[in-house]
Each structure stands twice: as C-alpha cells, then as structure tokens.
C-alpha cells in the first residue's frame, strides 16, 4: 500500500474537495467548515490519514506473528526505524512548515518488517534515514516521491551491508510459546527443541541458508530435505538438509514474510476497505504467472539455479509482502488504468527474470524500483493510446 499520498486540506463547509483528494477518495481526511491551519497560526504535529492507519492495522499480525516466530526483538527493530523515521522526517518537514504525515510510519513499519531479524539496529536505522531523506523529502516530502521509500531503504541496506541482510537469517522458533519467550535467536544459548538432536549449535543455525537461497543455489531436492511448502506457507522454516556431507539448518527469511496466510488476509483487508487497487496485485500476479510459464514451462529453464515453480516463487522470499503493501502504493504506482496494469505485469515479470539472471535472489526490490521508474512512461503511453484511439474513433464518424 501507500507510503504518501496527497497532502490534508480544510474546506468551507459545503465545498466539493479539490480534484486530488476526490481522486484518492478518503486517502486523506477532509476537515469540512474549520478554517485551514494557516488561520490559525498553527499546523497540527501529524497530517489525518485514514488508510494510512489501515495499513498499519494490516501489519499488525504480521508484526506478532514476527516476534512469535524471531522474538521480543522484532519490537526493538520497529521502534528503532519509528523513532530514526519519524524524527528524520520531523526535522526536514517541519523546517518546510508542513505536518508529518502519517504515512511516515507506514514507511517505517514496511521497511522494519522487510528485514532479517537479527539486522543490526544500527544498520536498520541508517536505513530507515536513507528512505525518508533521499527517496521521500528531497522531492519536496509528502505525495512528491517517485520511488517508494520502504523498498529504496530496504534497497539501499540490501546492497551496503550485504552479510547483515543476505547471510544471517535464522530458523523460526516452534511449538509455544515459540519467541513469545525469547529476547532472539540469537541470544538463545541452545537451540529449540525441535532442532536440539541435531548436534548443532546456535551459531551453525545463523546462515544464508533460507528456502529461496536453497532451491536455488542448491537445487529441488535438497530444498525439500529440510522444507515443504506446507512449511514455508505456515513460516514453519526450520529443517535440517545435508549438501556436501554436511548437515545444515534451513533458516527463514525476513521478519514480515514468514506467513503467508497473514499476508493473504491482509490482502483481503485492504482491498475490501478499498485502500489498496486490486488491480495492481492482480497484474503483478500475472506477470509472476507468465514469466514462470515462459521460462519454465515452455522453455524449460526449470534445472539448478534456474526458475523456480509459480507457487514456490510466491511463498519464498518478499514476495506476496512486497505484491501486497509496495505494488500498491497509489503514488509511486500509474493513475490510468492501462498502465497501472502494465505497471504490476512488468513488476511480477522482472522478480521472476532477476531471481534467476540476477546476482541477488531477493529481486523483489529491484523489481518494484524498475517499475517505479517505468510509472510516469507508462502513464504516458497510456495517455497517448487513449488519445490517439478517441482521434481515430473521431475521424471514423466523420461524413464522407
């Protein structure tokens, strides 16, 4: 969903509301009969938003399910990108005279669950500095950004700090009270019960070994030694697989990505309150769909280090999160209805083609920036197709 939108206004009572906001319907809310904040000497600490509210609900069980699965410092890693977010985009909105917006904790809590659990706070809080600094306020704040924040700080610390991100996933913990018990992983001096006969030790459970780096790297069959996808469906991640004579741990992915049937309801959430656009997570679906079916199924790359099968491509990794929450985002997304097609099919299309051509297998991001970028052209195009097909049908009813 979105990370901005359309600045609050106050309107006379009886006034329609500008062309913006009946655009983004209740994407913000409209104070009918008070006078504007300028009258008054004084702008309110944060903008009124909605659906901003509603996607944080959304994450909500995402967020529990989080510290269920990885521990109590799931929380630590959220409040420090709140706190590091919100001040950052205090100082530089606030020296504008504008509010904060509200969607600066939906930035946050995105960015926050899009991260490995065991990330370094620090790390996580120069990360969330990056996202709303240089790919929201340096375009003027609030509704102006061409990228979405969340995906370009989770970018930005994918590539920066590639061992924190990429090779220090953990398993989750099983059974109850799983991580309700427990600060992390890592600060457990013994390994869950389920992995204890393994004859392993915590450290050898810290690893790049997650479901998606697997099948990939290592191929199918080694993939299901330690994984279903049962498995990776519930967040259940955590078996043992042998390559090379060796035991190993599967470990899972990123803190918001472990359960799949949260970010399914979720999904239906936001849809039926009409904050997000179906039609984007519909043409990012298919465009998963047909890049595995060209590639796979008709061309045949489906071997070691090639494409994976469509269901497998959507439980592993970000995903259906990104598919969900990032797609969606009504700014950094096209406004005519060919392209916010076009927009979601090249987005699922590209996280297909990057996982298996690209050096990173989380292309998730990646994907949706390309399609960030590609947005105004599209909108664009689409433009330009309308009007030369309206021109076309008019010259048609013209008399001979």
Known sequence: MADSSVESKALP???????????????????????????????????????????VLALVPLLIAGIYFFGWRVLAVLAVCNAAGVATEYITSRGRGQSISQACFVTCWL???????????????????????????????????????????????????????????????GGFPGGFAHWSFASFNQLPGYLAGSGKSVADAVSQASPMWVYRDLGKDIWAQGSSYLDMFTGNIGGLFTTDGATRIMSAGSIGEACVPLVLIAAVYLIWTKTANWRLMLSCFCGLAVASGIFRNLLGYDGLGEIPPLMFTLFAGTTLYVLVFMVTCPVTAPNRKLAIYAYGFIVGFFIVVLRWRGVFVAAASFSLLLGNILAPLLDMAAKAWTDWRKAAAGKSKEPA
């Open 111 to 173: 960015y926050s669950l899009s991260l490995p659990p065991t990330v370094p706070l620090w790390i996580a809080a120069v990360g969330i500095v990056f996202a709303i600094l240089f790919a929201k306020e340096v375009f003027g704040g609030f509704g102006r950004n061409f990228a979405n924040p969340a995906i370009t700080g989770r970018a930005f610390v994918y590539i920066c700090f590639p061992i924190s991100l990429t090779a220090q996933f953990v398993p989750v913990f």
């Open 13 to 55: 009572a009886g006034a329609k509301p500008p062309a913006e906001v009946a655009r983004g319907k209740d994407l913000v809310e409209v104070t009918r009969g008070k006078p504007p904040a300028k009258a008054t000497g004084k702008k309110p600490l944060f903008m009124r938003q909605k659906p901003m509210r509603r996607v």
